[in-house]
């Protein structure tokens, strides 16, 4: 009896080690999951190396600052710039409006309209900017990537100009994805109604995929443009000489071809309000 037990101990004493062994096997290769598992599969990096590599990126609290002219005023730029992660759209500046915007831009969702611009005042976006991260999107013809999409072309010598700036394209496959969204949402596609999904449309859906909380700042209601005393503001709050923002939203709303639903989308965000955490500042509004 004595000799059984001593011959247990013998062996218990070498299966702990390797116990121990197998465990940290298993947690360290847990580990190699969870940080895989933090990919977003539907934004590829742009550079020369062409190497496969997903935009990785979580905030748990994030400000969404439009680029619409209800920013003019608001005084919200020490508030957003407080704010862990700051997501700006397309070629909004920060110069000159830091006290109604904020100087912060933790990422940037850029149309691929807006790329020349970006393009001309590179050293702005991409020397000065260099710890933003930006995410492109477009169609098929301007960001395919054998050598013919002319807006991924300029996009590569930019990655190759300034290696140190992360920058990625949206996937064709993620592009489809949003619009089967905008579609579940509105029961219409988008394609047969002859819109154009904004680039806030983009936007919103990347802030729910990496934020945990989100503060949207600028953005209107869907009813916004329909109320009697609504006031006129620029489109966007650094163009003032440009068309107001609510004849902009009607005009596109009722194209026939080419226009972006903006009121619709401002129907479908408050919808996603109710089931994530989103709040609208500046003017400040519930779903």
């Not at 599969?41 to 905030?59: E, N, S, T, V, W």
């Not at 989100?214 to 709050?237: L, T």
């Amino acid at each position: 009896m004595k000799s059984l037990m001593l011959r247990g101990l013998c062996l218990l004493s070498l299966s702990l080690p390797l116990l121990f062994w197998f465990g940290h096997v298993i947690t360290r290769d847990d580990l190699t999951l969870a940080e895989k598992s933090s990919d977003i599969k539907g934004y590829m990096r742009i550079g020369p190396a062409r190497i496969d590599q997903f935009l990785d990126m979580h905030c748990s609290r994030c400000a969404l600052v439009s680029s619409s002219g209800q920013m003019l005023g608001a005084g919200a730029g020490e508030d957003i710039d407080e704010i862990g992660c700051v997501i700006r759209m397309n070629d909004a500046p920060t110069r000159g409006f830091e006290k109604d915007v904020g100087g912060r831009t933790s990422l940037r969702v850029v149309s691929h309209t807006s790329v020349p611009r970006l393009v001309k005042d590179e050293s702005y976006y991409f020397q000065q900017s260099a710890d933003t991260m930006y995410v492109f999107w477009g169609p098929e013809r301007n960001m395919r990537q054998d050598g013919k999409g002319r807006i991924f072309n300029a996009l590569l010598k930019i990655a190759q100009k300034y290696p140190n700036v992360r920058m990625y394209a949206v996937t064709r496959e993620q592009i489809q994805h949003c619009d089967s969204v905008f579609q579940n949402e509105t029961g219409k596609n988008r394609m047969q109604t002859g819109a154009f999904l904004s680039t806030g449309f983009f936007t919103m859906i990347l802030a729910m995929e990496i934020c945990d909380s989100i503060s949207v700042y600028g953005m209107i209601d869907d009813n916004y443009c329909s109320r009697a005393n609504q006031s006129s503001v620029p489109y966007h709050y650094y163009e003032k000489s440009r068309i107001d923002e609510c004849r902009m939203y009607k005009f596109h709303e009722n194209t026939r071809h080419g226009g972006h639903r903006f009121i619709t989308e401002k129907a479908i965000y408050a919808k996603w309000a109710t089931r994530h955490v989103i709040e609208f500042k500046h003017p400040s509004w519930s779903p």
